[in-house]
T-cell receptor, first 113, second 115 residues
Framework: GENVEQHPSTLSVQEGDSAVIKCTYSDSASNYFPWYKQELGKRPQLIIDIRSNVGEKKDQRIAVTLNKTAKHFSLHITETQPEDSAVYFCAASKGSGYSTLTFGKGTMLLVSP | DGGITQSPKYLFRKEGQNVTLSCEQNLNHDAMYWYRQDPGQGLRLIYYSQIVNDFQKGDIAEGYSVSREKKESFPLTVTSAQKNPTAFYLC??????????????FGSGTQLSVL
């Protein structure tokens, strides 16, 4: 089955810096890669996603890049703010119909003022 | 207000006891999922259901059981066979992938602890 590796497990940055979280996947048939943000004590929520026919997608301060050849994708957060502090999960899925996502183990991002 | 509701928020299990976690959604989604979250382990899929009266095992189904008698409901039973049940359990639902918004909608979770 699919295996998703996520790095780093923790990331500390100063407010205003950029943060990058990287994930690799094992199944070349995977074609959908979402990122979820989970604030402390809250439910995960989708922040951005990318499909395999696109190399990059941007939404304000966050962007995701995908390298299908290398089977890795990354989340980029620019101009970080304290409210960006949370656990971020990458995930991958393939096929049609309903998504069965395989998640990475998560990255705890701490943005210090 | 549409959404997905889990109950209870906290649950305690005694040795040898089965407990059931509730998950209800009013989003009219066909697919529902149960994930287990342990610190540093991410979200691992326990069971999922794509249609009423049908469900499939996920990656860590042993010691768990589910039912899907209604579209809105997908309860999870943690049986006594699950030897390490302490975790945060998340229920989710999703529309099909051919719809524009295929993201998972998560409930607020149930923290299960062993007494």
């Amino acid at each position: 089955g699919e295996n998703v590796e996520q790095h780093p497990s923790t990331l500390s940055v100063q407010e205003g810096d950029s943060a990058v979280i990287k994930c690799t996947y094992s199944d070349s048939a995977s074609n959908y890669f979402p990122w979820y943000k989970q604030e402390l004590g809250k439910r995960p929520q989708l922040i951005i996603d990318i499909r395999s026919n696109v190399g990059e997608k941007k939404d304000q301060r966050i962007a995701v890049t995908l390298n299908k050849t290398a089977k890795h994708f990354s989340l980029h957060i620019t101009e970080t703010q304290p409210e960006d502090s949370a656990v971020y999960f990458c995930a991958a899925s393939k096929g049609s119909g309903y998504s069965t996502l395989t998640f990475g183990k998560g990255t705890m991002l701490l943005v210090s003022p | 207000d549409g959404g997905i509701t889990q109950s209870p928020k906290y649950l305690f299990r005694k040795e040898g006891q089965n407990v059931t976690l509730s998950c209800e959604q009013n989003l009219n989604h066909d697919a529902m999922y149960w994930y287990r979250q342990d610190p540093g382990q991410g979200l691992r899929l326990i069971y999922y259901s794509q249609i009423v009266n049908d469900f499939q095992k996920g990656d860590i189904a042993e010691g768990y059981s589910v039912s899907r008698e209604k579209k809105e409901s997908f309860p999870l039973t943690v049986t006594s066979a699950q030897k390490n049940p302490t975790a945060f359990y998340l229920c989710a639902s999703s529309p099909p992938r051919w719809q524009p918004n295929e993201k998972l909608f998560f409930g607020s979770g149930t923290q299960l602890s062993v007494l």
